[in-house]
């Protein structure tokens, strides 16, 4: 199983940025799928996640109105949309899916993820 993040980058504040989380080996329609963001010197933190289904999505409050998640099955593909992007969200960002298979819900712990990406570096310049 492979999970591989791009479109991270450099970007003025107030810009925009589309993540992408590639799939290999795994089904992305079969789990619900989140992203997590760390930057330098400090925790992992919960940003966004959706059921597999599509139907529900979470977002924390520091990202909320100007990130949305989506996913696209027929590319086995998670993406992370970005806007209005603010210097406190420069941070590596990591795509994951959940531990378990064909669950309505979606997770907002790490613990619950079982598969992880490697990440992509999103720095916003003020």
């Known amino acids: 199983v492979q999970l591989q993040a791009s479109g991270g980058g450099l970007v003025q504040a107030g810009g925009s940025l589309r993540l992408s989380c590639a799939a290999s080996?795994?089904?992305?329609?079969?789990?619900?799928a989140g992203w997590f963001r760390q930057a330098p010197g400090k925790e992992r933190d919960f940003v966004a996640a959706n059921s597999r289904n599509r139907v529900t999505a979470y977002y924390a409050d520091s990202v909320k109105g100007r990130f949305t998640i989506s996913r696209d099955h027929a590319r086995n593909t998670v993406y992370l949309q970005m806007n209005s992007l603010k210097p406190e969200d420069t941070a590596n960002y990591y795509c994951?899916?959940?531990?378990?298979?064909?669950?309505?819900?979606?997770?907002?712990?790490?613990?619950?993820?079982?598969?992880w990406g490697r990440g992509t570096l999103v720095t916003v310049s003020s």
């Open positions: 080996g795994l089904a992305l329609g079969t789990y619900a």
């Open positions: 994951a899916a959940a531990s378990m298979p064909y669950s309505d819900g979606y997770y907002i712990k790490a613990e619950d993820y079982a598969f």
